[in-house]
């Protein structure tokens, strides 16, 4: 990597060169032939669901209407942000393709690895996460939506979870954790076994019955956690699980345009709870412009919308419509339009899209109790 960058499931800083990623970590560019259904979604449909692992069994199981799995988690350390959309986006997604969906909150891993506290986590994961994910779409039918630390209060699957997370590290040695990590300590090492566990345990008899097609749809950072849940899976005495599947989004960009959005630094995101006035404030002051640094100059010569935060945000979510997308970018490359009015444009659609999501958060709020394990 690049002097100063770091992509880790823990750290993501600097200039990140996703080529060069797909190389080292041994995955594949997302097929080019994919179902309408997939195509139909913009994630998939402007690559911002780049590359993957076996996600050929779940095209499969969508093509012929089979049963099948999608799992993620979250990690319950802040304000929901925009950022936060590409995973939720996802969830809705393959729910409504008829996916069982699995939603851990990772109290475990943020209690060992970032020092949080129990009940801190539990108001952040239901206030900010779970609360958003209701108004984004997401239906307590076929999902589980659970914590490390409660996995269930039905004895069965509870001790099957937790059996599988022990039981994983038979299966790896602290040599394979530090290869594929580099950096480890037990604390990390715990997190991963854990994680492994929730991404598997779908297959166990005390869940979907028999090894189910899975899929984890993760940022790059997050696929050292696959591969360790996959190898250890592939070496597993007890139960013969099916590989797992997994996709590979491109990090939504701060607004500052470095590295991913990050929940530690507030001018580097919209919350889904800031005013018409903080958006304002924020694209204005901190969104990185592709633009160049004089008028004369920008109308000449034109600006790099590949690099300018305003039009990533409308490609990863707010324009929906790509012909009206591709005037965007072309008008901006051209210099036909400035830095300003593409950053009015953005203000103007996040806030008509915040002043709904609003609404349907209050709604969201009395539906909360439906989705909690009982």
């Not at 097929?31 to 780049?50: A, C, Q, T, V």
């Not at 999608?70 to 393709?97: C, E």
């Not at 790099?304 to 990533?312: G, K, T």
């Not at 591709?326 to 009015?344: A, N, V």
């Amino acid at each position: 990597m690049k002097e100063g960058t770091k992509v880790t499931p823990w750290d993501v800083s600097g200039e990140i060169d996703y080529e060069r990623l797909i190389k080292e970590f041994g995955i594949k560019p997302l097929p080019e032939n994919l179902p309408e259904e997939f195509n139909k979604n913009l994630l998939f449909r402007r690559k911002i669901i780049f590359a993957h692992r076996d996600f050929e069994r779940i095209v499969d199981a969508v093509k012929n209407k089979k049963k099948f799995v999608m799992m993620t988690g979250l990690m319950p350390s802040g304000k929901f942000h925009l950022g936060h959309m590409l995973v939720a986006q996802q969830m809705v997604f393959y729910q409504n393709l008829g996916a069982k969906l699995y939603i851990t909150v990772a109290d475990l891993e943020s209690y060992s690895t970032r020092q949080k506290n129990f009940e801190e986590m539990k108001k952040t994961a239901v206030e900010q996460y779970l609360t958003n994910y209701i108004a984004l779409g997401l239906k307590p039918k076929n999902l589980d939506f659970y914590f490390q630390s409660e996995r269930s209060n039905e004895a069965k699957k509870s001790n099957a979870y937790y059996r599988l997370a022990s039981n994983l590290s038979r299966y790896a040695t602290f040599n394979e954790f530090k290869a594929i990590y580099g950096e480890i300590s037990p604390a990390k090492m715990s997190a991963s076994l854990t994680q492994s566990a929730d991404m598997l345990q779908p297959q166990l008899p005390e869940f979907e019955g028999k090894p189910t097609p899975t899929v984890v749809p993760v940022g790059i950072d997050q696929d050292p956690h696959i591969r360790i849940a996959r190898d250890m899976s592939a070496r597993f005495k007890d139960y013969k699980f099916m590989q797992l599947s997994s996709t590979y989004h491109l990090f939504f960009p701060g607004l500052k345009g470095s590295g991913k959005m990050s929940s530690s630094d507030e001018t580097s995101y919209i919350a889904m709870t800031d005013t018409e006035k903080e958006v304002e404030t924020k694209i204005k002051k901190y969104a990185f412009s592709g633009g160049k640094d004089t008028l004369e100059e920008h109308r000449k010569h034109g600006g790099n919308p590949d690099i300018d935060v305003s039009f990533q945000y409308l490609k990863f979510f707010f324009e929906p419509d790509d012909k009206k997308l591709q005037k965007i970018h072309d008008d901006y490359k051209s210099g036909k339009l400035l830095t300003s009015e593409l950053k009015t444009i953005l203000i103007e659609k996040i806030n008509a899209f915040l002043k709904e999501h609003r609404k349907k958060r209050e709604k969201a709020k009395k539906e909360v109790g439906k989705f909690l394990v009982k």
